[in-house]
């Protein structure tokens, strides 16, 4: 029994006629006939009764027909599920953040439009450093990640830089190097430095430190946080001064001041969105393409 020979039960059921049934599918009636008593010998009952008129059910086809029913239903919605699953509308998507890559608007408001878009995708969010999902998303573990320095290049993960932003300093209001309305690297020589641990985030924190070299300035680290907001409760808190994407320019800042660097001075803060290539498909492939649209429209905006 197949659902081919249930969906030619059900047709001759419901137009109590072997030729119009066969009309109905757009075949014959003999190979009709010889599908129904192929599927009355398979289960050993008769599904109809004949007459001059046509055919009625027999209580065994009765039967039959409420689960067949049921079963080409069912079939027909989990075909419907698989279709949108490839399709990219349905599924589950994994995906992780930095505290600083969620900091940036873009980041919510593409995670808002893609559920919008796609209603039945199911979203697993986690925040983490950027090393864990740089790994996440190498093991698979992930789908995707936001963060801004990739701090590893895995084999297989693709990083898409979707917008850039200037890198502000953050200092404690009351600290003397605030009156300044520009802030220069040789300006942190032996300053008290707050930085995200540089194993999970050595990109944008590297390129500080070389700045300062360059610049014959030698900071001192005196804390190593796993994430940019815990260094910034640290500046609030009168430890020390640290760096951050413009975006997030205003948390504490009744205690921080937010400084600008030099435009001499390279060092931005990209938004990067991290993926696996060969994975990019259904779901996944859906979002990358809604993400990085709405990337170039907000890039190309005034």
Known sequence: MDLRQLRYFLAVADAGQLT??????????????QQIAALEQQVGLRLFTRHPKGVTLTEGGR???????????????????????????????????????????????ALRACRQRY?????????????????????????????????????????????????????P????????????????????????????APGLYANLLERCTDAGATPRVVAEVERMMTGLNLVAAGVGLTVVPESMKGVHDHAIAYRALPRGVHLDAPLTLLYRADREEGALARFVALVSDLARHRAAAP
């Open 119 to 171: 209603p039945d995708i199911e979203w697993v969010v986690s925040e983490r450093n950027a090393a864990d999902i740089t790994e996440g998303v190498s093991v698979g573990q992930l789908h995707c990640g936001f963060l801004r320095v990739p701090v590893a290049a895995p084999e297989g993960v693709r990083m898409q830089v979707l917008l850039r932003e200037r890198v502000l300093a953050a200092l």
């Open 63 to 109: 039967t039959l027909a409420a689960d067949a029913r049921r079963l080409i239903e069912d079939f027909e919605a989990l075909r419907s599920k698989l279709d949108a699953v490839a399709r990219g509308h349905r599924g589950v998507l994994h995906v992780a953040f930095t505290s600083s890559a969620a900091a940036h608007r873009f980041t919510p408001a």
């Open 20 to 33: 119009a049934a066969a009309s109905r599918l757009g075949m014959q009636q003999p190979p009709l006939s």
């Open 173 to 200: 209001v009351d600290h003397p190097l605030a009156a300044r309305r520009v802030l220069h690297p040789r300006d942190l020589h032996d300053q008290p430095l707050v930085l995200v641990r540089r194993p999970g």
